[in-house]
Structures are given as C-alpha cells and as structure tokens.
C-alpha cells in the first residue's frame, strides 16, 4: 500500500528546507577559499553572474521536474521525459552517494573543533600552541575521524529516518534562524575589527585584469555545487511541493539566502585575517587552513568576544553541513522509497549504512593506512576522499547539470514546463520567455564548457 506522498507544510518549509541544502561545507569553506585563490572582487561578481544566469534557471528547471511528477529523481525524470532518463536519474543517485561519503567526514571536523573551542573557552587557549599540527594530528588519527563520522552519519540518519515533515523541514525551521542569528553576531563582531574594510574592498572591488578564463569555470562549477544542483537534490525537494505553492518565488529566495550566506561567511572570514599581519600569506596554502588552522586561533587571539563566538561558529559550522547531508541522503533514500517499494524507515538506515562504508573510506584518507591512503585513481588526488571529491565537482555534478538543463529546455514541451511556471502562484515580475532563452541557450553553453574543459583539457576545478 502506498502512503500518499508527503508534503512540506507550507512555502516557508520548502524554502528553508533547500535553503539548508544549499548552505553548507560550499559557503563557509569552499566559497572563501577560491574567492581569495582568485584574487576577490571580479571573481565574486562573475560567480554573482553565474548564480543569476545558470544556477537559478536550472533551480527552477529541478523544481519543476519534482513538482510535475511528485516522484524522486529517478521516477521523476522517466515520468517527465521518457525511460531512458532514468540513467541520469541514477547518476544523480550515484552522485548524491558518494558527495555524502565524503562530505559527512569534513562536517565531522566541525565537531572536533567545536569541542576544542570550548575547552580553550574554558581553559584559555595555550601559548604557543600550533593549530597547524592539531589540525594534522586530528585528521590523521583514524580512530577520532571515525568516531566524528559515525557521529555525523548518524544524525543525518535520525533526522531522514522522521521523513519530509517530522524530519527534514521540523529541523531546518530550527537550524537555520539559528544559524543566521550566529552569522548576524559574527558579522557585527568582524565588521569592528581593523581588517574590516580591506576586506570589504578585496571582496566587492573587481579587477577585471586579475581575472583568469579559468576562474570562470571555476565560479561556474562552484555555483552548482553550493545551490545543490546537478545531481537531483533539488528535484527530489520539487517532489513535495504542493500544487498551490510558487517554484519561482522559492527559487529566488533560496537563491539569494545561498548567495547571501556565502558573502557574508566571507566578509567575516576576511576581516579576521586581514587583520593580522602575514595571516595572508599562511592562509594561501590550503583549502583547510582558513576554517580549521588559522581562524580557530584567531578566535581566541584577535575577534572581539572571540571566545564565546568561536564555538558558536563552529555549530554554525556543523548545522549548515547536517541541513545538506540531510538532502543528500533524502536523494538516496527517496530512490530506494519510490523505486523499490522500501519503507522510509528501512531505506533511510540501509542507504545510511551503505554510504557509511565509503565514508570510512574517506574518514582514513588521510591516516596513513595501507591502500586507503595512497589509492589514486586520479593523478595527484590521494585517498578515497580526495578521489571522491574531483570526480563529484568535475565531472558528476557539470554532466548531471547538463542533463537536466537539456531535459527541462528541450526535451520537454514548452507547454509541460509552462504549466508549471506559470500557474498563477508566479510573481509579477516573471517573465517564462526569459527562463526559457537562458534554460535552452545559456546555461547549457555555459555547462557545456565546464564539460569540454575537463573532458579534453584535464581542468582541475575541485
Ligand atoms: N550545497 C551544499 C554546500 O554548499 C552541498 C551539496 C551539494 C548538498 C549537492 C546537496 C547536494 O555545501
């Protein structure tokens, strides 16, 4: 017997819910990381115009999918173009499997920086302490890793396993007026602080000569990760829209929270290390280092209140990730529900289970450990966790995004995606022959060339 299928309760819930999707690891680590490998300013504004022009087309395009078929991706995109769209359905699937995997061991840092900032809270934070070497010991001691993963892991599992409204929605109505509370306190603290305006100037003035053919892609490539595209994520959430509630509207404002979100997390990050002296150039070195090396000692040296906001900013941290772990395994698990006739509660623990085995993969990555280790199937990417991380932003997340902007612009009607767009709940200021133009013609040019960069280039973008 089929139960019929769930809903979020309101359009508030389904905006909050993708919201928290999209707003993860992606703005608070990635997004500041390649703002400032790539100097800033023209950087920032062609990754607004990549949002705009690719990633909020093919939001709605994911959506509309969803919502037409009420089905999950697989079933959604059989229903919506023909059969054979399955397998891009299953690529998402795939996709969605192994971004968790990895993803869930990164969140777990967040825990092990949490529960040391609040021993410096309490204690003080020691002189002359390296956060260098903590950061290495702690991602090379296999035994912790695993412990924060299987932590991490099981949360996402508790809260998939309430499903669409007791579960998924219950939690991002609650996390995320918290987690724009604590980036509010962040911001007002950082803005006080002496590398304040040079940041500001760094993030928002472009200098267009800096700017390289290859950051384009980059911000391309950066702008379907961090809104949760290419991989069905979004067209599952589409899945339990109600008929009476707005795709366009949701669309736009999840958007714009995304983009906010990941400005802001900058504009905070910045000013702490803009602030002290040669912290630009250690910071340079790796994509950790900003999050897990130098602003954990920040915290407790330079921020005003830093003490009590260093903790904070790593629940912060550790919500934002959980909000997109959970849309991770809502695409896995609402595969198995919908296709394979598996009772939500079953699903949720056996893909949990599943994924968990390739996440130990990833948590020893970095232990040293015989295989795991040294694994490369791509040049100079070690370990399952790296691996996992190059084929997702390269290569699964471009082609999956490609498909669905061919899906939605040419295989399907222009009626059947009329209907969905332009049913009375779109606002005014909608106009479908716009959507249209940029789901047909830009955004897969603009797709397209992240694919033929990594497909006969050998682009690296992760
Ligand atoms: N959008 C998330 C982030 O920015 C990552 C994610 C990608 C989540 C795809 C779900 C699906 O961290």
């Given at each position: 017997m089929h139960e019929p299928r769930a809903h979020w309760s309101s359009n508030i819930g389904l905006v909050l819910a993708a919201t928290g999707s999209a707003i993860g690891l992606g703005n608070l680590w990635k997004f500041p990381f390649i703002t400032f490998e790539n100097d800033g300013g023209a950087f920032v504004l062609v990754y607004l115009m990549c949002i705009a022009a690719v990633g909020l087309p093919i939001m709605m395009a994911e959506l509309l999918i969803g919502r037409k078929t009420q089905k999950s991706v697989v079933g959604a995109l059989k229903e919506a173009?023909?059969?054979?769209w399955g397998i891009v359905g299953l690529w998402g699937v795939l996709c969605g499997f192994i971004l968790l995997s990895y993803y869930t061991v990164i969140a777990g840092w967040s825990l092990f920086y949490f529960a040391r900032t609040v021993q410096w809270t309490l204690g003080g934070f020691p002189a002359g302490f390296s956060t260098g070497d903590l950061f290495d010991s702690q991602v090379s001691n296999a035994g912790l890793q695993l412990t924060l993963s299987l932590a991490f892991s099981a949360a996402t599992v508790g809260v998939v396993y309430f499903g669409v409204q007791k579960g998924i929605e219950r939690v991002a109505r609650l996390f995320l007026p918290l987690l724009f509370g604590i980036l509010v306190l962040m911001l007002v603290s950082a803005l006080r602080m002496d590398g304040a305006g040079e940041a500001l100037s760094f993030i928002f003035?472009?200098?267009?000569?800096?700017?390289?053919?290859?950051s384009v892609l980059e911000a391309l490539g950066h702008s379907f990760f961090t809104l949760s595209l290419g991989m069905g994520a979004m067209v599952t959430y589409g899945?339990?829209?109600?008929?009476?509630?707005?795709i366009v509207k949701a669309s736009a404002m999840i958007v714009v929270l995304d983009t906010l979100i990941a400005l802001t997390a900058t504009v905070i990050m910045f000013s702490v290390i803009f602030s002290v002296a040669g912290m630009r150039e250690q910071v340079g070195a790796s994509t950790v280092g900003m999050l897990f090396i130098s602003l954990p000692e920040l915290f407790f040296?330079?921020?005003?209140?830093g003490s009590v906001l260093g903790p904070l900013f790593y629940v912060l941290v550790a919500l934002a990730a959980l909000t997109s772990t959970i849309s991770l395994l809502e695409v896995v698990a609402s595969y198995v529900i919908d296709e394979h006739d598996i009772d939500r509660h079953k699903a949720t623990i056996l893909c949990g289970g599943a994924v968990f085995v390739f996440t130990i993969f990833a948590a020893i990555s970095f232990s040293g450990a015989p295989f795991f280790s040294t694994?490369?199937?791509?040049?100079g990417k070690t370990g399952w966790f790296e691996t996992a991380d190059h084929f997702v932003s390269n290569w699964m997340l471009p082609t999956g995004g490609l498909a669905i902007t061919l899906a939605a612009g040419?295989?399907?009607?222009r009626e059947q995606t009329t209907a969905e767009l332009v049913d009375g709940t779109e606002p005014a200021w909608f106009r479908y022959g716009v959507w249209r133009l940029f789901i047909r013609y830009v955004a897969p040019a603009a797709v397209g060339a992240i694919v033929v960069a990594v497909l006969f280039f050998g682009r690296d973008f992760s």
């Open positions: 173009i023909g059969p054979g003035r472009p200098n267009f000569a800096e700017l390289e053919p290859a899945s339990y829209i109600d008929r009476s509630q707005s040296t330079e921020v005003p209140f694994l490369a199937i791509f040049d040419w295989f399907m009607t």
